[in-house]
Structures are given as structure tokens and as C-alpha cells.
């Protein structure tokens, strides 16, 4: 399986419709590859707070169109990264709910939505994210031929419970969009690696170059196989980290190094 993780940068200067038709010209470059993987929050910037009300869309707005047309005409399996998402009735939340959600978007190689994945882990200690956006509730899988995918978004990375309600659902493969910090970077690529080890999956961490209200962004999308290793990582800068990968490492992994076999918690409800 041939990945390419599209580390867009987001900076002051380019409007989020400009950024679209960009993001969605590297995606129609990657003609070829089977899976194409956008940063979170890439048309606003994760730390944009002031911009998320008024950048908000539905599900089905102008990002979805653009990428799912992307998607279908490269012919490749598309996690658009995530979109400042407002609620309406249309999508089930309430009549005119308005709640904002940090939500990822999958599409097939026809251009179908696959997935939507409200980020559940929102990030800001009572400020920024934390207050403005509405929490997701259903951690989600996405099958894919030969494998099956996981989806966290940036914070998630810090809460591990997530990911095993993940490779219990049958996900060999985590991807994670981020809009991850410079300040934090060396976090970022211990966990990126931790993940994959205690999941004994690939990761694949896509993030954003440039700034976000001032805030320096790591870059630096990392992929890792199911032992912990580095296959590839990008630099600071706008890049498409492009690798190969072979799904049947996971169950090989897994047989030949049975940690998962020996869990004890978190398998049962416990006796009272």
C-alpha cells in the first residue's frame, strides 16, 4: 500500500478557499498512491481559534465537495484531514444544533464519503478548542482493501485507550491528522512511536507546516511500522512524505511478538 501524507502549510496570507483548491491539486499529484492523508484543521490552522466560528461549515460544504472530486479524480482512498464542522439538522444533531466539531472526513476512490470522525480529545485546558468545539463520542474504523483504518486527530495521540478501542475494532493501520506545536515536537514523534508499539500497527501522522496565530507548527509527519521504526519523516516544511507499506507486517507482528494475547485490563468488567 503506497501512502502519501501531504504536510500543507497554513499560514496568514492565503484564504481557506484558495488553500482548498491547493490541498486539492497535491491530492490529484498523488494519482497512484492508494491512501492520501491532509492535516487537521489545514483550512483554518488548528490554533485559529477566532477563525472557527465564522470558517465553519456543514459536513457536506465546500471542503467535502472539493475533496470527494479530488479524491475521485485521483482514484485514490482520501483522509481529507478535518474541517471546523457546525451542526445542523440535516446531518441528525439537532434541529439548527450549531455545535462546532473538529471532524475528519475519508472518501473512497469514487468520491463516497467512507467516514466522519468527530475528534473526541479537544485540546485547549478549558480554553480554545476545549470550550468552542463539541466533543465526539464513537471512536471510528474504516476498512480498506487488505487492511483497515483508524482514526484519532492531534490530541487524541495523548490517550492511549482511544487507540485500543481502535485495534480492538480491527484497525492495523492509526492515521492521525495533526496541527501539532513546534514547542511539543518531541512529544509528537514519542507517541507517534509508542502508538505503533503498543498497538503493534503503522502510524501514520500527518501534520501542518507554517503558523497558526503565531504558533510555529511542528511539520515533521512521521509514518512507523508496527515495531516502532521510522520508515519516513518529513522536515519543517510543506512536503508529501510518500511511503511504502505492507499490511501483512501487522499480523506477522503480532504472531511473532503475542503482546496483545496477554491485555488483562480493560478485557472484562471487573468482579464486584
Not at 55 to 63: D, K, M, S, W, Y
Not at 243 to 249: E, I, N, R
Request: hydrophobic content about 45%; charged content about 20%.
Amino acid at each position: 500500500m503506497r501512502a502519501s501524507l501531504i504536510q500543507i502549510a497554513v499560514g496568514e496570507g492565503e484564504s481557506p478557499a484558495s488553500r482548498r483548491q491547493r490541498a486539492a491539486a497535491l491530492v490529484r499529484a498523488q494519482a497512484g498512491a492508494d491512501l492520501v492523508v491532509l492535516p487537521e484543521l489545514w483550512t483554518t490552522g488548528a490554533f485559529a481559534y477566532e477563525d472557527f466560528g465564522r470558517e465553519a461549515e456543514p459536513l457536506q460544504g465546500p471542503t467535502y465537495e472539493t475533496m470527494a472530486e479530488a479524491a475521485a479524480d485521483a482514484g485514490v482512498w482520501l483522509h481529507a484531514g478535518s474541517i471546523p464542522e457546525r451542526a445542523t439538522s440535516a446531518d441528525g444533531s439537532g434541529p439548527d444544533d450549531g455545535t462546532l466539531y473538529n471532524t475528519s472526513l475519508v472518501f473512497s476512490p469514487s468520491g463516497e464519503l467512507a467516514a466522519a470522525y468527530r475528534k473526541i480529545h479537544r485540546f485547549g485546558f478549558d480554553q480554545g478548542e476545549a470550550v468552542l468545539m463539541g466533543a465526539g463520542r464513537e471512536p471510528v474504523t474504516v476498512p480498506l482493501p487488505g487492511t483497515t483504518l483508524g482514526l484519532g486527530t492531534c490530541y487524541d495521540l495523548r490517550f492511549p485507550e482511544l487507540f485500543r478501542a481502535l485495534v480492538d475494532a480491527g484497525a492495523e493501520v492509526l492515521v492521525l491528522p495533526a496541527g501539532w506545536p513546534e514547542r511539543r515536537r518531541a512529544h509528537w514523534t514519542l507517541l507517534a512511536r509508542a502508538r505503533a508499539v503498543e498497538n503493534q500497527a503503522f502510524v501514520l501522522a500527518c501534520g501542518t507546516a507554517g503558523t497558526h496565530a503565531g504558533v510555529p507548527q511542528a511539520g515533521h509527519s512521521i509514518v512507523v511500522d508496527p515495531w516502532g521504526e521510522v520508515l519516513a519523516e518529513a522536515g519543517a516544511g510543506e512536503e508529501v512524505l510518500t511511503v511504502d507499506l505492507d499490511p501483512a507486517k501487522v499480523a506477522a507482528t503480532r504472531e511473532q511478538f503475542p503482546a496483545l494475547k496477554d491485555r488483562v485490563l480493560g478485557l472484562a468488567t471487573p468482579r464486584r
